[in-house]
């Protein structure tokens, strides 16, 4: 084979899985998930810890379905340890649940 061929085979490979990747739909990584839950709550808590689940969840809020990261986060208030869960949207980034560990979850439908 020639090499022109070889250097068209190459640039239609590298176009179709150029197109390919932008139709996956993309998702936050676990990490810069949980680093923006930190960045959009450090004025609310003082973060002593926090947590995130690697795998995304399906689930519904307020009737519509999201892709979705769970962790949580530790703050300490006064000498006092609480714990929070969150919720928040691998696509987006929007937090769609933050609530003391342990309390259900309202206005999930």
Known sequence: MKASKWILA???GFAAGYVAAKRLPQTLTPEKALNLVKDQTRDEFMITGSWINVHPEEVKRFGLPYTVYKGGLSSRLHSTLTQYDFM???????????SKHGEK???TV
């Open 10 to 12: 190459g640039v239609a």
């Open 88 to 98: 928040i949207d691998a696509k987006t980034g929007s937090i769609l649940d933050i």
């Open 105 to 107: 979850v309202a206005a």
